[in-house]
């Protein structure tokens, strides 16, 4: 084994401290590239994600509101009770629903927003992580890019499924029974909710 010099040993360190400088500023240079590309990913972005979903998802949920109160709407016609106690009830209740779903509506746009943040960070992270094990600055700006682009890219949402399902089958029991006031719910008693916007109206199209 070759034992460097005095002045050999002093290059070397030299030349490694160098190295190492280069090291430090091609790791700053690629920082700074991975941080310009994530910087898209603000609060702006994540809350554009939750609108686009809540924008989504809306139609799809007035549509089912609308079909489910026309098909309330004709039930209650159909056994004389548009204008009665059941048809305030019922209606109350389909308030309640909408407003449930409204809420669940609001809360996966958010729930979506946040996983998409969780990708982000995780993709940010192993960018980063690649950067200080090779000090490569112009393989992680490439990365950034192309992780960014991939993440930004809107992605398809499923079809809601029937948020009424539940309230539709009671909807559909209407005079059934006269004994428990055509509410349409067995074990002869209505199922009953807390105030609701609107639940004091009578049904109408």
Same mark, same amino acid.
């Given at each position: 084994?070759?034992?460097?010099? &005095?002045?050999?040993?002093?290059?070397?360190?030299?030349?490694?401290?160098? *190295?190492?400088?280069?090291? $430090?500023?091609?790791?700053?240079?690629?920082?700074? %590239?991975?941080?310009?590309?994530?910087? $898209? =990913?603000?609060?702006?972005?994540?809350?554009?994600?939750? $609108?686009?979903?809540?924008?989504?998802? !809306?139609?799809?949920?007035?549509?089912?509101?609308?079909?489910?109160?026309?098909?309330?709407?004709?039930?209650?016609? #159909? !056994?004389?009770?548009?204008?009665? @106690?059941?048809?305030?009830?019922?209606?109350?209740?389909?308030?309640?629903?909408? *407003? +449930?779903?409204? !809420?669940?509506?609001?809360?996966?746009?958010?729930?979506?927003?946040?996983?998409? #943040?969780?990708?982000?960070?995780?993709?940010? &992270?192993? +960018?980063?992580?690649?950067?200080?094990?090779?000090? *490569?600055?112009?393989?992680?700006?490439?990365?950034?890019?192309?992780?960014? !682009?991939?993440?930004?890219?809107?992605?398809?949402?499923?079809?809601?499924?029937?948020? =009424?399902? %539940? =309230?539709?089958?009671?909807?559909?029991?209407?005079? /059934?029974?006269?004994?428990? &006031? =055509?509410?349409?719910?067995?074990?002869?008693?209505?199922? @009953?909710? &807390?105030?609701? $916007?609107? /639940?004091?109206? +009578? +049904?109408?199209?």
């Amino acid at each position: 084994m070759c034992i460097p010099s &005095g002045s050999g040993a002093k290059k070397q360190a030299k030349q490694q401290r160098a *190295d190492e400088e280069a090291r $430090k500023a091609r790791i700053a240079s690629g920082m700074a %590239s991975i941080a310009d590309t994530f910087g $898209k =990913f603000d609060e702006k972005f994540y809350g554009d994600r939750t $609108k686009d979903y809540i924008d989504y998802a !809306t139609p799809q949920f007035e549509r089912q509101l609308r079909d489910t109160r026309d098909n309330l709407i004709y039930a209650l016609s #159909r !056994t004389g009770n548009l204008n009665g @106690s059941a048809a305030i009830r019922k209606n109350s209740d389909l308030n309640y629903e909408a *407003d +449930v779903a409204r !809420t669940g509506i609001a809360n996966d746009g958010i729930n979506k927003a946040n996983e998409l #943040r969780n990708q982000v960070e995780n993709s940010r &992270g192993n +960018v980063v992580a690649e950067l200080n094990a090779t000090g *490569d600055s112009s393989a992680a700006a490439q990365a950034a890019i192309r992780n960014a !682009t991939n993440l930004a890219t809107p992605v398809g949402y499923s079809p809601l499924g029937n948020l =009424f399902a %539940s =309230f539709a089958q009671s909807a559909a029991a209407i005079g /059934s029974n006269a004994g428990n &006031g =055509f509410s349409g719910f067995a074990g002869g008693g209505a199922q @009953s909710y &807390g105030p609701s $916007k609107g /639940s004091s109206t +009578v +049904v109408r199209g």
